[in-house]
Antibody, heavy 121, light 107 residues
Framework: EVQLVQSGAEVKKPGESLKISCQGS????????IGWVRQMPGKGLEWMGI????????RYSPSFQGQVTLSADRSVSTAFLQWSSLKASDTAVYYC??????????????WGQGTMVTVSS | DIQMTQSPSTLSASVGDSVTITCRAS??????LAWYQQKSGKAPKLLIS???SLESGVPSRFSGSGSGTEFTLTISSLQPDDFATYYC?????????FGQGTKVEIK
């Protein structure tokens, strides 16, 4: 079965760092783009960025550039989203999703279950 | 950055109704548009890609049309399982901007 499994919910304080994960299985993880999407409480979907696990080529939304870092570890078929200093406004559910085509433009066909990140003092 | 404007934000309808959601892009995105369904507390589900291509397993009552800057999602005969929030997404480039979402609720 093709799937993305994300790490569990996190509760952090402002200023702390965090790295969440997204592990793929059932397909060739290295040769599909993985995107990250934020959903703040009661709000819509926001595209954050995308990474090509094979060489870690990364593109960010201007809204998230410099605020987060995307990375990947090919050896364990896992993509990561990290923050160096969390803010209360980072409280949200974060989804990873696989881009459908291995090359070229396409939609996101496989989604992780989401990771809830709560930042509160 | 390409902006996506979706309307309406909320739509009240009854089972059996036909409903249409519109999505407009701030610039030409050809047919690089997808539609997703999201239910409360769940990940989005891809319904349609390339503006009109129905994903495997998605009921045929869902259809998409459009190209360039104007797109529509139509649900031809609303079923109880269809009450959810729907998002369009452009993927003309590496970016993937979403529309604001349309909540389809029971009238």
């Amino acid at each position: 079965e093709v799937q993305l499994v994300q790490s569990g919910a996190e509760v952090k304080k402002p200023g702390e760092s965090l790295k969440i994960s997204c592990q793929g299985s059932g397909y060739s993880f290295n040769t599909y783009w993985i995107g990250w999407v934020r959903q703040m409480p009661g709000k819509g979907l926001e595209w954050m960025g995308i990474i090509w696990p094979d060489d870690s080529d990364t593109r960010y939304s201007p809204s998230f550039q410099g605020q987060v870092t995307l990375s990947a570890d090919r050896s364990v078929s896992t993509a990561f989203l990290q923050w160096s200093s969390l803010k209360a406004s980072d409280t949200a559910v974060y989804y990873c999703a696989r881009r459908k085509a291995t090359a070229g433009r396409d939609a996101y066909d496989i989604w992780g279950q989401g990771t809830m990140v709560t930042v509160s003092s | 950055d390409i902006q996506m404007t979706q309307s309406p934000s909320t739509l009240s309808a009854s089972v059996g109704d036909s409903v249409t959601i519109t999505c407009r892009a701030s610039q030409n995105i050809n047919s690089w548009l997808a539609w997703y369904q999201q239910k409360s507390g769940k990940a989005p589900k891809l319904l349609i890609s390339r503006a009109s291509s129905l994903e495997s397993g998605v009921p045929s009552r869902f259809s998409g049309s459009g190209s360039g800057t104007e797109f529509t999602l139509t649900i031809s005969s609303l079923q109880p399982d269809d009450f959810a929030t729907y998002y369009c997404q452009q993927y003309n480039s590496y970016s993937g901007t979403f529309g604001q979402g349309t909540k389809v609720e029971i009238k």
